[in-house]
């Protein structure tokens, strides 16, 4: 069979799963859309398309469909060949940054050239995911930060640089989390997975003994293995290029963390003092500083002013709860600095120097509605928003652009563009609510209820009438696209500041480790001008860094829905998946799609696909391409206000029409599958009678007593060889076939003689008849 015969042979053994494209829904609303989702989920196809973006379902288990058989399959095949996946979605991808060039071939010399670049890639992921996901009350490995990863091309197409890009980092997480939920997994695998020497060097011992660990009561994970994952960190530090000592010091630090959080401190005439002096040792010992200096920075600070026009320096005790913060500061920026050193040792192994090419992934956590909401959800949940809003920029551009090119005629539909939240959010003039917050936290100091609450009086008198804001006696709530969301006011100047103290700055850097000392780069002698940066401020330069950055790049979609609570596979939750469905745009985004035409393809392509369905267009249309399309959907009889034909592609509208051409497709398929399957099941009994004639001959060779060596021979048909004796030809009709010519023995019925009476002459003759 050739490659379109296998294909017909194959065609019935495609198992079909609702939709694989939602934009061909016959009814557009969220529960059609669940249903559809719902279907391909419990067949366990977990990809569906809304045109060229993919929707991805969490499975909760490994799904066996992301090997090399894969990866062939979708190299450089069409998005319709083959069933919706990622890997469809990269190869897009990387076509549209070579412009359609060939994709990347996998051949030996490509693989042993870029195999480092390539490694180092793969090996960032647990990695960075050691130190930056944890365990959350929806997710087990929860991304707590984002990250934009480019990899840098050459121009023939070669993987040969790459570069990562975090931002919003979680590390309140190392201090404080939601009951149920866990720390970063780095803390957990070294408790897990460190040997004797590392406990022994390091004060590790039980997971309820840490005060960071033991507050939410969540230790275990069901599907993590944190002694095996703990190897797996330790070996992508290695294959990065961090070295034997900078892995030690880190899980030195990472240990340092750990034992800071056991340092309690008490009432002592209304100041703090430190509990046990025993706790000091161990966390001054592992980050190499004075343990009697680390007491004196935990529990005073050093305040700057003016007196008399002098500047001075004044030393102010701290009371329990302004020492607990300093402890939580200092351990939050161990971490945090930890983790971009990570980040850039991963880039320093993969630096360029020049770029020609490169294709991003951000990969960020997404929209987030909890029973409690603070500072992290709000940034969060920005983020998201500003996405959203290039989202659907970008999407109805490319819609609109593309109708405009190939001359179609179409009404836009409306959508709700959420601009007006994102300003709510970070507009300077008038002021949003974020240059509100960095105002309160510039004038007061952010510890404690007053600075939160002059905060929520403002937004009260400033944005109140919004539309999409309001105002409840503990917080305030947003209406995002995603739906509306409290937010709880508490902690929220606190962490807006993120102020690292100068005083344990200068700590850090007096340590004896020169590692710890480059962590804390800062010149603390120049002068400070302006105010300082706030988490705040950071968060939206660096969204709007990362809008700016993909509005240059082609994007390429994948919304990703979580189906369940339980985190097991084929649970459902439908309103769950509803909600998500809702706040995801997913309704939008199939009516923008569906705006104009459900069905666009090059007229090329759409010859091909359609070929089958009449003798003119099979196997190749000869003539004008725009031509033959008019006669395919002539052959179906289809409306012509169901279509429109383009500069270059053909257009459809409604997904009924298109089921037309599929199902004729189908029938005619299934036609031609039938007779294929006929003439091989022919053939197939043809060679099992031949193979049972010779089983059969088998049983009697050799028991033959006449004519033995009759068996087992070759039949020719002819043992008079009437081709080579023309006179034997007179007795055949001209038109009559031979199909046997053999001697025979003829007796006269008339003449009673015995045979042995009569010579052989007279008694034979030659019969010439087909039998």
Known sequence: CGEKERAVLNVHNVKQSGVDDMVLLSKINEDAIVENLKKRYMDDFIFTYIGPVLISVNPFKQMPYFGEKEIEMYQGAAQYENPPHIYALADNMYRNMMIDQNFLTLTLNIRLKFIHVKDIILQSNPLLEAFGNAKTVRNNNSSRFGKYVEIQFSSGGEPDGGKISNFLLEKSRVVMRNPGERSFHIFYQLIEGANGDQKSSLGITKLDYYSYLNQSGSYKVDDINDKHDFQETLHAMDVIGISGMDRTLVLQIVAGILHLGNIGFKEAGNYAAVENDEFLAFPAFLLGIDQHRLKEKLTSRKIDGKWGGKSESIDVTLNVEQACFTRDALSKALHARVFDYLVESINKAMVKDHQELNIGVLDIYGFEIFQKNGFEQFCINFVNEKLQQIFIELTLKAEQEEYVQEGIRWTPIEYFNNKIVCDLIES????????????????????????????????????????????????????????????????????????????????????????????????????????????????????????????????????????NETKKPKDWEESRVKHQVEYLGLKENIRVRRAGYAYRRVFRKFLNRYAILTMESWPTWRGDERQGVLHLLRSVNMDQDQYQLGHTKIFIKAPESLFLLEETRERKFDGYARAIQTAWRKYCARKKYVQMREEASDLLLNRKERRRHSLNRNFVGDYLGMDDRPELRQFVGKREKIDFADKVNKFDRRFKVSLPKLGPDKCSSSKVKGM
């Open 428 to 563: 300077k003039n008038p002021p949003g609510m974020m240059s509100i917050l960095d105002d309160v936290c510039a004038t007061m100091h952010a510890k404690g209820e007053g600075a939160d609450q002059t905060m929520l009086q403002k937004l009260r008198m400033q944005i109140n009438n919004h539309e999409h804001f309001n105002s409840w006696n503990q917080g305030f709530i947003i209406h995002h696209y995603a739906g509306k969301v409290s937010y709880d006011a508490e902690g929220f100047c606190e962490r807006n500041r993120d102020v690292l103290f100068t005083d344990l700055i200068e700590l850090m850097q007096s340590s004896e480790i020169t590692f710890i000392r480059a962590l804390f780069p800062e010149n603390l002698n120049a002068e400070k001008k302006g105010r300082p940066t706030t988490a705040g401020s950071k968060i939206k330069k660096q969204a709007n860094d990362l809008v700016s950055t993909l509005m240059k790049c082609t994007p390429h979609y994948i919304r990703c829905i979580k189906p």
